[in-house]
């Protein structure tokens, strides 16, 4: 059966390839706008709606996946619009535990069939000084990140602990969405 992934994200690309998974890629031209203010239902929506750009399109058996990974702590943190807002945010994660939180929906096509679920890990920040903020922010990688870091780059040095899902912070959680995959009979791990 055909996988679409329907982000152009290379994190989320980079995950599946590191799976051994076949794959396509048709990203989403679907307009991320504040629709929602619960985190949860706003990761799932986006997820959803993400995934449906593309599967209304495909009219053979295809399992499309769509994804949106949020960064949540007392607000929905976004991607920085500038340096200024990048500081900002590293400043209020600093010495303090958040939320990420990844909507995950895969659609079976041609049916539309659709299971849409979230994975959360909270990530605790260490006490940042003003110098190690500047410091990453100039480092560029966090300008176009959610939360303005990168687990999986520099930003590891930022980050005392996680509780939960690695892969999920990354913007895939791989086992939830493993599960899901396996409700509709795809498995990740075959002999």
Same mark, same amino acid.
């Given at each position: 059966?055909?996988?679409?992934?329907?982000?152009?994200?290379?994190?989320?690309? &980079?995950?599946? =390839?590191?799976?051994?998974? &076949?794959?396509?890629?048709?990203?989403?031209?679907?307009?991320?706008?504040?629709?929602?203010?619960?985190?949860? +239902?706003? #990761?799932?929506?986006?997820?959803?709606? +993400? $995934?449906?750009? @593309?599967?209304?399109?495909?009219?053979?058996?295809?399992?499309?996946? !769509?994804?949106?990974? /949020? %960064?949540?702590?007392?607000?929905?943190?976004?991607?920085?619009?500038?340096?200024?807002?990048?500081? #900002?945010?590293?400043?209020?994660? =600093?010495? =303090?535990?958040?939320?990420?939180?990844?909507?995950?929906? %895969? /659609?079976?096509?041609?049916?539309?069939?659709?299971?849409?679920?979230? &994975?959360?890990?909270?990530?605790?920040?260490? +006490?940042?000084?003003?110098?190690?903020?500047? #410091?990453?922010?100039?480092? !560029?990688?966090?300008?176009?990140? $959610?939360? #303005?870091?990168?687990?999986?780059?520099? !930003?590891?040095?930022? /980050?005392?602990? @996680?509780?939960?899902?690695?892969?999920?912070?990354?913007?895939?959680?791989?086992?939830?969405?493993?599960?899901?995959?396996?409700?509709?009979?795809?498995?990740?791990?075959?002999?």
């Amino acid at each position: 059966m055909r996988i679409i992934l329907a982000s152009n994200s290379p994190r989320r690309r &980079e995950i599946l =390839s590191q799976l051994g998974v &076949e794959y396509e890629v048709k990203p989403s031209d679907f307009d991320e706008r504040e629709e929602e203010s619960d985190p949860y +239902k706003m #990761a799932m929506l986006f997820a959803h709606n +993400k $995934a449906r750009n @593309i599967a209304k399109d495909i009219k053979d058996k295809a399992l499309v996946i !769509g994804a949106d990974t /949020i %960064v949540y702590k007392d607000n929905i943190m976004g991607k920085p619009k500038d340096k200024d807002d990048a500081i #900002a945010m590293l400043t209020e994660l =600093s010495a =303090s535990t958040h939320s990420v939180i990844t909507g995950i929906s %895969v /659609i079976k096509t041609p049916e539309m069939i659709t299971i849409t679920e979230y &994975e959360e890990t909270l990530v605790k920040f260490k +006490k940042l000084s003003q110098d190690e903020i500047k #410091a990453y922010v100039n480092s !560029g990688e966090p300008i176009d990140k $959610a939360g #303005a870091y990168a687990i999986q780059g520099l !930003g590891s040095l930022l /980050i005392e602990r @996680i509780e939960g899902c690695y892969f999920n912070v990354v913007g895939l959680p791989v086992y939830k969405l493993s599960k899901i995959l396996e409700k509709f009979g795809f498995k990740l791990l075959t002999i």
